[in-house]
């Protein structure tokens, strides 16, 4: 029940390159959000005091702009994806489908 297109796709060279870039590309990814969400985390259980700074003569604490940094960043990396996607992925992805059908 193998179809010779979805044979013919898996052994094209630019199938493995994009495969291989995609993969990379969403573990980095994958591993610098870990690392920033659970540090934030583990500021907040193990670092209370210095979340709790107050930032100047206001009321607000320094956990806040933290916090909204970890929600910038994860928009920032996904933007990073998305335009490696819209770009190099679906470049390769065009070629390797052009090569295929032929």
Do not use: C, W
């Not at 980095?28 to 690392?35: D, E, N």
């Amino acid at each position: 029940m193998s179809d010779p297109m979805v044979q013919k796709i898996q052994s094209h060279p630019k199938y493995r390159e994009l495969r291989s870039k995609r993969n990379r590309l969403g573990i980095f990814l994958t591993a610098l959000m870990l690392i920033v969400y659970y540090g934030y985390i583990a500021l907040i259980a193990f670092d209370k005091k210095f979340l709790a700074q107050p930032i100047g003569a206001g009321v607000t604490s320094l956990g806040i702009p933290i916090g909204m940094g970890v929600i910038v960043f994860t928009i920032v990396i996904t933007a990073i994806y998305v335009r490696r996607a819209n770009g190099e992925f679906d470049t390769l992805t065009k070629d390797i489908l052009k090569d295929a059908s032929k």
